[in-house]
Structures are given as structure tokens and as C-alpha cells.
């Protein structure tokens, strides 16, 4: 192996190893383009909708493409890299993480139900 010195490497080698040490591999480039392509159409359906349980379940899962891109993101360039992705294009229209009741609440919910008289 021919170790190269600032006074030795040339004008092309030089960018060639600056372009290979800022390039993403291209795996990850399309890895995150899938996800960032399902997180699209999930959110426009939720849009879409006017159903309330299927608007939820539409944005739930938006929020798990979400994840899954922040997720790969960290892996590939670190936490502050996927902190940033999230300020980003996280909308704060849909979940990011579980909004929902407490498994208690819940719990309590379901006792509770049978004495109302109208139901739900």
C-alpha cells in the first residue's frame, strides 16, 4: 500500500476521497426514499378520509414510516443527524408517538361502560 502525504496526493485523488467520504451509500439513499414514499401516500390518505377510525389508523401508520426513517437515519449518521430529520418533517398534524389512553384509563373505560345507558 502507497501511503499518500498532503505534499504527494494530486487535485483528483484529493476530490475523489472527499467525494467518498461524504457519499451515503446508495442502499440507504433508496432505503430512506421507499419509506419516505409510503409515509406520503399514508398521510395523503389520511387527508383523504373521511372516516375517523380509518384517519387514525391511516396517520398511525404514517407515524411508523416516520419511525422507521428516523431510525435508519440515526444508524447511518447519528442521533443528532436524526433529531434534525424529525424537526424537519415531523408535522405535529400526525402521531409521532402513542397519544392515546393509559392501558388504566382504558381498563377503567371498559368498566365503566356497561352503565351508560346510551352506550357509546
Do not use: C
Not at 442521533?79 to 381498563?107: I, M, N, S
Request: charged letters at 25%.
Amino acid at each position: 500500500m502507497i501511503r499518500k502525504t498532503a505534499s504527494t496526493i494530486n487535485d483528483q485523488e484529493l476530490d475523489e476521497l472527499y467525494a467518498a467520504l461524504d457519499a451515503t451509500p446508495a442502499p440507504y439513499r433508496q432505503l430512506i426514499a421507499q419509506l419516505e414514499a409510503g409515509r406520503a401516500r399514508m398521510l395523503a390518505a389520511s387527508d383523504a378520509t373521511t372516516v375517523d377510525e380509518v384517519r387514525i389508523a391511516q396517520s398511525g401508520l404514517a407515524s411508523g414510516y416516520l419511525h422507521a426513517i428516523v431510525w435508519a437515519v440515526q444508524f447511518f449518521e447519528g442521533a443528532q443527524a436524526r433529531e434534525k430529520y424529525l424537526r424537519e418533517h415531523a408535522d405535529g398534524k400526525h402521531l409521532t408517538h402513542h397519544d392515546g389512553p393509559t392501558v388504566a384509563e382504558a381498563t377503567a373505560d371498559d368498566r365503566r361502560w356497561p352503565l351508560q345507558k346510551e352506550g357509546e
